[in-house]
């Protein structure tokens, strides 16, 4: 157990909609990242956070958006959903920006049908 | 931009074998390289990590050493077992952690008894 969860574990939904995933960091970890792992990409970095601010962007579409609040759990918001968006998506957390150790969540899939 | 090539799988061995996965990076500056593990259904596992040249990671058996001059960062163990079967993932970080980290496509190891 890595100390980051993540919820839900597992989301279907319909292309067009919105969806938000959920993530709380190791307890005293002030840096959030996520990540997509899909068959065809593999995983992406998409985007990160440190102490409430956006920190880095990666590969992340602009139907994407993620915030990360004062309590440091931080959401991805998807929206205008296509089937392309199936994945796993990892939420991982770190003491500080600069520590190169990250440690994952268990993800949470998402099914666009 | 930054890149991490890893031989592709599935690698089967039996029991006891001796494994090695290859793994070679393309970065900007001086990377930080790490192995991580994911068993199935399962997040990543931080397995080992290196941030300097020379310097050898290890835990559980693996060990990789960050070759710069090769820009190599090979993950071998002398004798494996069924339940180090599982994806393994190089990965590297640029910037000291301020960006998200760069993995491979991920090496399926399937070890039989």
């Known amino acids: 157990d890595s100390g980051v969860t993540q919820t839900p574990k597992h989301l279907i939904t319909a292309t067009g909609q919105r969806v938000t995933l959920r993530c709380s960091p190791r307890s005293g970890d002030l840096s959030v990242y996520w990540y997509q792992q899909s068959l065809d990409q593999g995983l992406q970095f998409l985007i990160q956070?440190?102490?409430?601010?956006?920190?880095a962007k990666g590969n992340i579409l602009e139907r994407f958006s993620a915030q990360q609040f004062p309590d440091l759990h931080s959401e991805l918001n998807l929206s205008s959903l296509e089937l392309g968006d199936s994945a796993l998506y990892f939420c991982a957390s770190s003491v500080v920006a600069s520590n190169n150790e990250q440690f994952f969540g268990p993800g949470t899939r998402l099914t666009v049908l | 931009g930054d890149s991490v090539t890893q031989m592709e799988g599935p690698v089967t061995l039996s029991e006891e074998a001796c494994l090695t996965i290859?793994?070679?990076?393309?970065?900007?500056?001086?990377?930080?390289l790490f192995w991580y593990v994911q068993y199935p259904g399962e997040g990543l596992q931080l397995l080992l990590k290196a941030t300097k040249a020379d310097d050898k990671g290890s835990n559980k058996g693996f060990e990789a050493t960050y070759r710069k001059e090769t820009t190599s960062f090979h993950l071998e163990k002398g004798s494996v077992q069924v339940s180090d079967s599982a994806v393994y993932f190089c990965?590297?970080?640029?910037?000291?952690?301020?960006?998200?980290?760069?993995f491979g496509k991920g090496t399926h190891l399937i070890i039989q008894p």
């Open positions: 290859n793994c070679t990076y393309t970065a900007t500056g001086y990377p930080s």
């Open positions: 990965a590297l970080s640029d910037r000291g952690g301020a960006d998200g980290l760069t």
């Open positions: 956070y440190y102490n409430g601010e956006e920190r």
